[in-house]
């Protein structure tokens, strides 16, 4: 019996932005460097297949400074680090090489602005999450009020209400943040915002593709890891944007099948870092099934590129 026709829509955007493919990169060429093993301090991106690869080649994952010897480089993940780490890696001497996205890196440097100028900081994130962690530890503890959704700012307890900034994750959802947004300006008119939206142009563009291809499918299959906030987010915005049926899988072998009983279109994207290489298996595992006809929808062209540190591009 021949199998039943089904179109697969391709996001475009998807998978890996820059400032995950430079962490990657910088792993990489540390143990080129100083062979292995190198340690890394939380994972350096949030996907497992990407991470055991890493382990494979000699990385060794920690979760704090205090694991690693005095002795051996330590990358600090893309998600960035609270300041406090990389003064201890210094203290201790040992070489550090900072793999936080750029991006990241720019809400840091505009806390710091803020914060030099007398205001104090809202920061619109998810609790514990490592990037939201790196970002508050700019600051001194409690100079940087957390609120995660429209009803937080309604009982956020600030020192002055006309010395306010606020700065946001940059994997948020773009929907959601403007509500967000919207409230405390509404609570706080002269509250500042950034320069530039700090939701990254990645996080923006993968958003912005699955909104496009929500309507046209059946059902929606996010490949990305359940600890990715901007995958998470996918999930949210194509069920939101009217997919019937949204699910997260880190790989072909995770899909549900009994769900997809009877659909006749998919689409198909991946969060930030997830390797293209896992969005090929979940279109093998779609042709082995289905007759499938492959359509893309593009929404916009990333040619974005991050150097790696200095240090790393200096002979050993």
């Known amino acids: 019996m021949p199998n039943a026709p089904l179109t697969l829509f391709l996001a475009a955007p998807r998978g890996f932005c820059a400032g995950v493919d430079r ?142 900034a606020f700065v946001t994750q940059t994997t948020l959802s773009v929907d959601d943040t403007a509500d967000i947004v919207a409230a405390l300006n509404a609570r706080f008119p002269g509250i500042v915002g950034p320069h530039k939206e700090d939701i990254c142009y990645a996080t923006t563009n993968r958003q912005e593709a699955v909104k496009a291809m929500a309507p046209k499918c059946d059902a929606m299959l996010v490949v990305g890891a359940p600890n990715s906030s901007n995958s998470k987010r996918l999930v949210e915005v194509g069920a939101r944007a009217g997919c019937a049926y949204a699910q997260l899988v880190q790989r072909a072998s995770d899909i549900d099948w009994r769900s997809l009983d009877g659909i006749t279109s998919v689409g198909i994207t991946a969060g930030a870092s997830a390797p293209e290489v896992l969005i090929n298996e979940v279109i093998d595992a779609f042709k082995d099934r289905y007759d499938v006809r492959v359509e893309m929808v593009e929404t916009a062209v990333e040619n974005v590129e991050f150097k790696v540190p200095r240090v790393l591009r200096e002979p050993a």
């Open 23 to 164: 962490a990657i990169k910088i792993v990489e060429m540390a143990l080129d460097k100083w062979g292995a093993p190198v340690f890394v301090r939380h994972e350096i991106v949030h996907n497992k297949f990407v991470v055991d690869g890493l382990r494979d080649k000699g990385a060794v994952f920690v979760e704090e400074l205090s694991e690693c010897p005095d002795d051996r480089p330590v990358i600090f993940s893309a998600h960035g680090v609270p300041k406090s780490v990389p003064q201890a890696a210094k203290a201790r001497e040992m070489i550090y090489v900072d793999a936080t996205c750029p991006l990241v890196s720019k809400v840091h440097i505009e806390a710091q602005r803020h914060a030099d100028a007398g205001l104090q900081m809202i920061m619109i994130g998810h609790e514990g999450h490592p990037e939201t962690v790196g970002t508050m530890g700019q600051l001194p503890e409690g100079d940087v009020l957390l609120v995660e959704t429209v009803e937080d700012v309604a009982t956020v307890d600030v020192r002055d209400p006309q010395k306010l």
